[in-house]
């Protein structure tokens, strides 16, 4: 359907390349994945498939013709930018909702710029609304959706009128399992109807069931073809060490650390590994028995389609994190539960947002807060760091009542929010040092914590750019980076991953368990099952309630529709008991 052909794109004068002479095919009538690490090209490469970019040189043919960015081109035989734009919906990462319209009204106004008669228009919005169950809240505002509604609701505007090239640029960024299960199925629906399907997306799992995936890393395709064919490169070099009781955290860390291990992930109740070339298991047997009193041999395991992109991608480049060093000499005293939740509640007007939610987070703890897209998780964080009001209950962080904790008590919690929260017309330095002076650092002290961070988060080449031009995982780093300056003993993180890719999720989890091992304690939520495999404790939120607590382990024995559940199983096997239970 479409062949790339020596596609370059620069920008800054030249000085950046964003692809460099890119050349692939995409197969007609299929869903094809591209991934790719932050600043990979992917974004780019999709824009100008799209006719919303020009590139500096190279080629595209679609469908046998080629496209002539030049509106006034000669060429009668190349396909022109209007005839692009009438076979092709795209969807960006940031979908231009309008959120001060109704789900009815965004759709009205997409129909119309797509000229849809009065006909075309019923059937689209009766298929549409019945394919994403969005039908019931067809009146209610798109900026009081969940994440994955408006997910929804922006794929339909996409396929008000079917396109013969759906390009989706990360869709699923954000969105819950169950969601993104939706979207997957919406999307598949489109393949009946003749259409190629360009997915940029973050989750490799959803990348490794597609037909053909192109793996982009600095703006070269790095990898083309079936993911089977990548996972057979790495195939006997995954190995998995089961029945890790206790430490499985701090196990997988070091294991990383040691000679011929690119990447070490914890999976359950075993932690799995891989191996270059160079991996000797009969050494890192030795290690883990000698180190941790592991009496087994680890076992070969079948590959994953991530584990295969982190093969390609030689690895995690850091397998320790320096922030560690930043907390050296750091210490907190107080209780042993640093956070604690007793019937938090809150309502805005006749809808409970959370409903009677407790729980607490001891000293050097990870607590997860799990839940699907509105769930009352980022609600939950609001009422924690004093940024919004509880109706009732109560709450202490590191001893203190919430609703008497002044600024100082406030120095003791750092706060990384869902949505990127920095000030996007600052550079990278201007918002390390606004919010270090916001933490009350001065002189020397916060001239070294912007300068250590700046290190630490491999933000110095781009000190001086502003935060509005950097890409996701970027942004993601200045972000944490901001958060921690003050040494906080609490840190809360709300999706501090979505969208980013797993190699730059991999760093910051290094990062949190690094952090963790000085007694700061942490709460996080994620859409990322694998992540949550990270916490000491998990709370299932679901319709603002506590639906399930305790292990990852815990939560997987609730599910008995699997003989060995994965985590993001129990996860949908719990909300839909739930839905059940309430006869939803």
Not at 78 to 107: C, V
Not at 331 to 353: C, D, M, P, Y
Request: proline share 3%; net charge neutral.
């Amino acid at each position: 359907m479409i062949e790339i052909k020596s596609l370059t794109k620069t920008f800054n004068r030249g000085k950046l390349t964003a692809l460099d002479r890119v050349s692939c095919s995409i197969l007609s009538n299929k869903i094809v994945g591209f991934i790719g690490p932050d600043g990979a090209g992917k974004t780019t490469l999709l824009r100008i498939v799209a006719g919303i970019m020009t590139p500096d040189s190279g080629d595209i043919v679609i469908d046998g013709k080629t496209l002539e960015f030049r509106e006034n081109s000669r060429n009668s035989a190349g396909l022109s930018l209007d005839e692009l734009h009438k076979m092709t919906s795209y969807m960006p990462q940031k979908f231009g909702l309008y959120e001060d319209l109704s789900i009815i009204e965004n759709l009205e106004l997409y129909a119309k710029i797509r000229q849809l008669s009065k006909q075309e228009k019923t059937e689209a919005f009766e298929r549409v609304l019945e394919m994403t169950k969005l039908g019931p809240f067809k009146n209610r505002l798109a900026g009081n959706l969940s994440g994955g509604m408006k997910q929804k609701l922006g794929l339909s505007c996409s396929l008000l009128q079917k396109p013969k090239i759906l390009i989706l640029d990360e869709p699923s960024v954000g969105v819950d399992p169950i969601s993104r299960q939706d979207l997957i199925a919406m999307v598949n629906s489109m393949l009946d109807d003749q259409t190629t399907v360009l997915w940029s997306t973050a989750y490799l799992d959803e990348a490794e069931i597609l037909d053909h995936v192109i793996l982009l890393n600095d703006g070269k395709v790095i990898f083309e073809g079936c993911p089977k064919k990548a996972m057979k490169e790495v195939d006997g070099r995954v190995f998995a060490f089961r029945n890790i009781s206790e430490n499985r955290r701090f196990f997988s860390a070091e294991l990383l650390k040691q000679n011929g291990i690119i990447d070490s992930v914890i999976q359950g109740q075993s932690v799995r590994f891989i191996v270059n070339g160079e991996g000797k298991i009969d050494e890192i047997t030795a290690y883990a028995t000698n180190s941790f009193g592991v009496s087994h041999a680890p076992a070969k395991t079948k590959p994953t389609f991530e584990d295969a992109c982190i093969d390609i991608l030689g690895g995690l480049k850091e397998k320790e994190s320096p922030v560690a060093e930043y907390f050296n000499g750091t210490e907190f005293g107080g209780s042993e539960n640093v956070v604690e939740a007793f019937s938090l509640t809150k309502r805005f007007g006749s809808f409970t947002a959370v409903d009677n939610v407790s729980f607490s987070v001891k000293r050097g703890k990870i607590l997860g807060l799990l839940g699907p897209n509105g769930s009352g998780k980022s609600t939950t964080f609001r009422m924690l760091c004093g940024l919004l009001s509880q109706d009732s209950g109560s709450a202490k962080i590191a001893g203190i009542d919430i609703s008497e904790m002044g600024s100082d008590a406030k120095m003791n919690l750092g706060y990384m929010a869902q949505k990127f929260s920095l000030y996007p017309v600052l550079s990278v330095r201007q918002n390390l040092e606004f919010f270090s002076g916001a933490y009350r650092l001065v002189g020397q002290k916060k001239k070294d914590a912007v300068n250590y961070m700046l290190d630490v988060f491999h933000l110095k080449h781009l000190e001086n750019v502003n935060t509005a031009l950097l890409s996701l995982g970027f942004k993601q780093r200045l972000a944490l980076a901001c958060s921690i300056m003050h040494k906080p003993q609490v840190l809360f993180l709300d999706e501090p991953t979505s969208g980013v890719d797993p190699i730059t999720r991999k760093e910051f989890w290094l990062h949190i368990n690094s952090m963790v091992q000085h007694g700061i304690s942490i709460v996080v939520t994620t859409h990322f099952m694998d992540e949550a495999e990270n916490c000491d404790e998990i709370s299932l939120i679901y319709k603002g309630k506590v639906r399930a607590t305790g292990t990852p382990d815990d939560l997987k024995k609730l599910c008995t529709n699997y003989a060995e559940p994965t985590l993001e199983q129990a996860f949908i096997s719990i909300v839909k008991r739930t839905d059940d239970e309430m006869n939803l």
